[in-house]
């Protein structure tokens, strides 16, 4: 069975730093593209980040680009999000999804499938 | 970016009936365009992929079709596990972005 499972969320202040982890089973991890997509407390979905199967391409939503960072580690089956400058925006649930394409050179021309069921991130004072 | 306008936003209805939610492209995006379910407190899950792709497993009451830059989601004969909130994606370009959302709700 294919599975996501986030971890590393939690309250941090504005202007500091977290890392979200994603770790995946069931698949073969570098065979797939992944991404990160958010949700702030009762709001829609919104995409932020991909990386494709090798991590020599990625791409960022306008509102956290030069403050995340996607990367991938295929040895260890895992994806992560190096968050920096944290603002009370960035306030969401966060998801990790599979992107379906096998070996894609790019993050897009896709869809996810599956998505983990989220960690949470509160930037708060 | 291109724009993804979802309607309607939210939506009553009643089991048995046919729903259509529309997506329209600020700009082209050929085909990828999909379609995601989401209910309270959990992921979602993809429904229509490429526009008018069915995922395995998905009931077939679920279609999609596109004309241009204007992308539907057709319900038909809903069932009570169908209320939920939808989304449209699109994977054209980066950033891919969703639209609102449309929170189907049972009359």
């Known amino acids: 069975e294919v599975q996501l499972v986030e971890s590393g969320g939690g309250l941090v202040q504005p202007g500091r730093s977290l890392r979200l982890s994603c770790a995946a089973s069931?698949?073969?991890?570098?065979?797939?593209?992944m991404h990160w997509v958010r949700q702030a407390p009762g709001k829609g979905l919104e995409w932020v980040s991909g990386i494709n199967w090798s991590g020599d391409n990625t791409g960022y939503a306008d509102s956290v680009k030069g403050r995340f960072t996607i990367s991938r580690d295929n040895a260890k089956n895992s994806l992560y999000l190096q968050m920096n400058s944290l603002r009370p925006e960035d306030t969401a649930l966060y998801f990790c999804a599979r992107d379906i394409v096998w070996k894609g050179a790019y993050v897009t021309h896709t869809w996810f499938d599956p998505w983990g069921q989220g960690t949470v991130v509160t930037v708060s004072s | 970016d291109i724009q993804m306008t979802q309607s309607p936003s939210s939506l009553s209805a009643s089991v048995g009936d046919r729903v259509i939610i529309t997506c329209r492209a600020s700009?082209?995006?050929?085909?990828?365009l999909n379609w995601y379910q989401q209910k309270p407190g959990k992921a979602p899950k993809i429904l229509i992929h490429?526009?008018?792709g069915l995922k395995s497993g998905v009931p077939s009451r679920f279609s999609g079709s596109e004309s241009g830059t204007d992308f539907t989601l057709t319900i038909n004969n809903l069932q009570p596990e169908d209320f939920a909130t939808y989304y449209c994606?699109?994977?054209?370009?980066?950033?891919?972005?969703f639209g609102q959302g449309t929170r189907l709700e049972i009359k």
């Open positions: 490429g526009a008018s």
């Open positions: 069931g698949f073969t991890f570098d065979d797939h593209g």
């Open positions: 994606q699109q994977t054209y370009s980066v950033p891919i972005t």
């Open positions: 700009q082209s995006i050929s085909n990828y």
